[in-house]
């Protein structure tokens, strides 16, 4: 069954891949994130369960951005959503109702692309996807053994047509000849409106179970979003960058790492009807603020 628990046990089963942070076991409890703006010139947002849970906005979100703004604080939206591209992560925010400009959004897909070489890619992707934006050849991976076994590199954005015979395919291709895969979403799973969705980073550290070596995840709680996020602040330090986030293993453990400030959003995400004190204890993740919602 997918719960916060059995997914909070999987993060903590493949802890090790992921980046290391040290926290101090002191979290205040705010109101919101108002009570903090004389500490933080920017806030960097999750999108999952911070802002919207699936489709549907989160009460009082959009506002929040707005005041969040007229008090002179930098907005950004990072997030491990890879099945679409940047344009179309500005218009599903707008959508939403949200006031985001392009260059305030980064996305692990973003960091991705970044990742991917020449040769052809065996894309794993969502049927609505056109894979314009990936800068190499492209085939669309389903259920074609031979499509599996001939490109360079494998390519996992979406896991809306995946399934585990495709996943035997790829498992069984990258045995026989390892190439390199890039996991655009490295979240194990999402909150959406019905529950909880896998997540390429699921799928990715499966195969890393067995053993192979060539897995390559981005996105948070990894590296490269967070340098992406700090290149569009110059001049503002670390420690005055606030993640706002749902999940101890990607959003708090990848902005701690980062020696950023942490702020867990409980109500709507991961964590939803759950007392979080519990999970910050066995996991030694420990937010320095935590509020229902921003």
């Given at each position: 069954?997918?719960?916060?628990?059995?997914?909070?046990?999987?993060?903590?089963?493949?802890?090790?891949?992921?980046?290391v942070a040290e926290l101090t076991p002191a979290t205040e409890d705010i109101e919101t994130l108002l009570d903090i703006t004389a500490e933080v010139d920017a806030f960097v947002f999750d999108a999952f369960g911070v802002l919207n849970v699936g489709n549907t906005p989160i009460?009082?979100?959009?506002?929040?951005?707005?005041?969040?703004r007229e008090l002179g604080c930098q907005?950004?939206?990072?997030?491990n959503a890879a099945s679409y591209n940047h344009d179309r992560a500005v218009e599903k925010f707008r959508n939403l109702g949200m006031k985001i400009e392009p260059d305030?959004?980064?996305?692990?897909?973003?960091?991705?692309l970044v990742g991917v070489g020449e040769?052809?890619?065996?894309?794993?992707?969502?049927?609505?996807?056109?894979?314009?934006?990936?800068?190499?050849?492209?085939?669309?991976?389903?259920?074609?053994?031979?499509?599996?076994?001939?490109?360079?590199?494998f390519l996992f954005l979406s896991t809306?047509?995946?399934r585990s015979e495709r996943q035997v395919l790829l498992r069984d291709s990258l045995i026989a000849n390892p190439r390199p895969?890039?996991?655009?979403?490295?979240?194990?799973?999402?909150?959406?409106?019905?529950?909880?969705?896998?997540?390429?980073?699921h799928f990715g550290h499966l195969l890393a179970d067995e053993g192979l070596s060539s897995i390559k995840f981005y996105g948070k709680p990894f590296p490269?979003?967070?340098?992406?996020?700090?290149?569009?602040?110059?001049?503002?330090?670390?420690?005055?960058?606030?993640?706002?986030?749902?999940?101890?293993?990607?959003?708090?453990?990848?902005?701690?790492?980062?020696?950023?400030?942490?702020?867990?959003?409980?109500?709507?995400?991961?964590f939803s009807g759950v007392d979080t004190r519990p999970f910050c204890d066995v996991s030694a993740l420990f937010p320095e603020w935590r509020v229902q919602r921003i």
């Open positions: 069954m997918l719960d916060t628990n059995s997914i909070f046990d999987r993060y903590q089963n493949v802890r090790h891949r992921l980046p009460d009082g979100a959009a506002s929040r951005l707005d005041q969040l907005i950004r939206i990072l997030s305030e959004i980064v996305t692990s897909r973003d960091a991705a040769g052809l890619w065996g894309c794993i992707a969502a049927p609505s996807d056109d894979l314009s934006d990936v800068p190499a050849t492209t085939r669309r991976l389903v259920d074609d053994a031979s499509d599996y076994d001939r490109v360079n590199g809306e047509v995946w895969v890039v996991i655009a979403n490295a979240d194990l799973a999402a909150p959406r409106d019905f529950g909880f969705s896998l997540e390429p980073g490269e979003v967070f340098e992406m996020v700090e290149a569009s602040l110059p001049g503002i330090a670390r420690n005055r960058i606030a993640m706002c986030g749902d999940t101890l293993h990607t959003d708090i453990l990848g902005a701690a790492s980062r020696g950023w400030r942490t702020v867990l959003v409980e109500r709507d995400g991961m």
